[in-house]
Nanobody, 126 residues
């Protein structure tokens, strides 16, 4: 099975940027659709962005559309989340997730993904 490790989180001021990375090991990533989710202590884990296994299709939550960009480099077994114009409401633990698939679809449900990383904290100060 695939193992996922996120990195790139940290503390940033509102309006700033961060790029999260998710490195996969154990399997080549080109057979997995990928997603990013986030969670705060008082909310359920929520969908942020998803990308098809080929990278040709992406999908975003309305709350991040136009500010966040998901991308992938299958040669490096890595998925990225570029986050721009960050807001205090973006503060959360960010998780990447993987789902093995032969298709080119994207997935936005928590239950769609059987594999998860441990998360990386993003804190946006006002």
């Amino acid at each position: 099975q695939v193992q996922l490790v996120e990195s790139g989180g940290g503390l940033v001021q509102a309006g700033g940027s961060l790029r999260l990375s998710c490195v996969a090991s154990g399997r080549t990533l080109n057979t997995y659709a990928m997603g990013w989710f986030r969670q705060t202590p008082d909310k359920e884990r929520e969908f942020v962005a998803a990308i098809s296994r080929t990278g040709g299709t992406t999908y975003y939550a309305d709350s991040v559309k136009g500010r966040f960009t998901i991308s992938r480099d299958n040669g490096k077994n890595t998925v990225y989340l570029q986050m721009n114009s960050l807001k205090p409401d973006d503060t959360a633990v960010y998780y990447c997730a993987a789902r093995q698939t032969l298709g080119i679809g994207v997935f936005s449900g928590r239950s769609d993904y059987p594999y998860w990383g441990q998360g990386t904290q993003v804190t946006v100060s006002s």
